[in-house]
């Protein structure tokens, strides 16, 4: 699987400069230009840094060889995390996130609806969106590296608006642990997603019996090898399907716990498993997908088994707004569980609104925790 990720990112032997690498480390010397180099000359030293950029052409993300994986994800289970302090989860837990960008080359195709060729490695391609993620990282950062990969990266998700996220793997763990302190707990994760539930709850020390399912092929076959990558470096092992979460009943599970897609939000692939190609209304949505979905969870729960679920009010493009908190806590009591619980998980505020940036302007979205 190393050789078909390699082949997907575009990556030759003349790149990997280590068992961690960003196929940039010969050219870093070419990009290491000050606040005061661009002062100076803004267009010649973009049109410099954009030279050096499409000269490697790699989308600016940290990679891995399978040793390097088997490395990070060892690392990663030993590094230390923010836990849920009165039902509050607050920033700082994002390694993880480099482990699971690599793994899965499909998330950085996905698209927000409605907004065409605007994943991430499509802005990277697009020389207007480069240059203008290297005038951000000039304009709006400080210190030193200001338009190396991992800075040019962060630039690019300003561009243009929307990005497809992932959920923060040091989260999942901290919400797992918090709401299951069960040594061998049964976790059911009713959409694996992007692996950053995986890679989360199977590093804790509760050693839990993860189950995730997921209907997207491509995605599943990513989760498959991020399983057996935490076998290797952990020794716990996981259980993966390819289905829908309207279709698959778990059993005997101590907590089931997800980020659910939303019907109409991002474009996953085109397959007739994804909501946004099966559902074409939101009650079609919470009619085939929220209710089943429930349901299953709820009858394969054992008896003081909690089910929780990370869900917001959005807006789609055209800033139609819908609101699918109320209806979905609605809907889980309906089927016979309480609202107990909400745990807000703190977000970051984007860069650029002052130097108190997070003043009054406290962003978070909640995990809503049911019991039976």
């Not at 793994?103 to 996905?110: H, R």
């Not at 309480?338 to 977000?347: D, F, V």
Request: glycine share 8%; with cysteine; charged share 25%.
């Amino acid at each position: 699987m190393i050789e078909t990720l390699h082949d997907i990112w575009n990556i030759k032997q003349t790149h990997i400069a280590g068992d961690e690498f960003t196929g940039y480390e010969s050219v870093y010397d070419k990009l290491n230009y000050t606040k005061e180099d661009y002062d100076a000359d803004p267009e010649g030293v973009i049109d410099n840094v954009f030279s050096v950029y499409r000269s490697i052409n790699l989308v600016p993300i940290i990679y891995y060889t399978e040793h390097g994986l088997i490395n990070a994800v060892r690392e990663f289970a030993h590094t230390k995390y923010n836990t849920v302090q009165g039902n509050v989860l607050g920033l700082g837990n994002n390694s993880g996130q480099t482990i699971n960008r690599f793994l899965f080359p499909n998330m950085m195709t996905a698209e927000p609806k409605g907004r065409g060729s605007n994943s991430l490695k499509d802005r990277f391609f697009n020389d207007a969106k480069l240059r203008r993620a290297i005038r951000i990282c000039f304009e709006f950062r400080d210190g030193n590296n200001l338009v190396h990969p991992t800075a040019i990266r962060r630039a690019l998700e300003l561009v243009t608006g929307e990005n497809v996220t992932n959920f923060k793997a040091q989260n999942a763990k901290a919400i797992v642990e918090h709401l299951c302190p069960v040594l061998w707990g049964k976790v059911y994760d009713y959409s694996a997603g992007y692996g950053g539930r995986l890679l989360g709850i199977t590093s804790s020390n509760m050693r839990y019996n993860y189950v995730g399912i997921d209907p997207n092929t491509e995605t599943v076959k990513y989760l498959n090898y991020l399983q057996q990558i935490i076998q290797e470096a952990t020794g716990v092992h996981s259980e993966i399907y390819c289905t829908t979460s309207e279709e698959y009943t778990p059993t005997s599970a101590d907590l089931a716990f997800s980020s659910p897609p939303y019907f109409n939000l991002e474009k996953y692939s085109d397959e007739p498993t994804q909501c946004m190609v099966r559902y074409g209304s939101l009650d079609e949505w919470f009619e085939g997908y929220v209710a089943p979905t429930i349901s299953n969870a709820y009858k394969g729960l054992n008896s003081d088994g909690i089910f929780a679920t990370n869900i917001a009010d959005y807006k789609s493009y055209g800033n139609k707004e819908y609101e699918v908190v109320d209806r979905w806590i609605a809907t889980a009591e309906k089927f016979g569980f309480k609202h107990e619980a909400t745990i807000k998980m703190m977000l970051n505020t984007r860069p650029g609104v002052g130097n108190n940036k997070t003043e009054g302007r406290e962003k978070f979205e909640g995990v809503y925790v049911f019991t039976k």
